[in-house]
């Protein structure tokens, strides 16, 4: 398979031996890990609920024979199953998970607490945002709000 590098890796060819080229390095990376983060979050979020419209075969299923007008019963029956068991309520994104920090290697713990509770003061800041925005908005947008994102990709 051909994988897309991102050019400002190509420059690298030993990280260890080279302060700036590591410093940089760990910017792209932190980048990158925050859009992946985002894409199965926040953007999963705002594609993912589609339940509503497999609710009727005849305007959505995953299965269609070519002339019939709707989705064939068993076919629909099981990707309704799975719409079902993907779509359960999950837990947010911006709880408090610092427990999974406890007991590892000695700093980490507290290290990665503070990490976790900037990250959840981030989200806060991004919740108020989009919560003042949709006072002005005549439809509200809470797809990518921290009060709906979970912490899982099966929505």
Known sequence: AEYHLDERLKQFKDFSSNVN???TFLKVLK???AVYIFIVTGYHRHVGFVGDYYADPGLASMSWKSGEPYGRPR???IMSVVNVFTSMQQPLLKE???HLFRGLAP???EHMTKVWKAFQADLQKVEEEIDR???EREIMNINMSPKVI??????
Do not use: G, L
């Open 31 to 33: 980048h990158r890990m």
């Open 150 to 155: 979970e912490s899982t990709v099966s929505k």
């Open 133 to 135: 925005r949709n006072k």
């Open 75 to 77: 076919q629909h029956m």
């Open 107 to 109: 700093d980490q713990e």
């Open 96 to 98: 408090d998970y610092t």
């Open 21 to 23: 080229c590591t410093d």
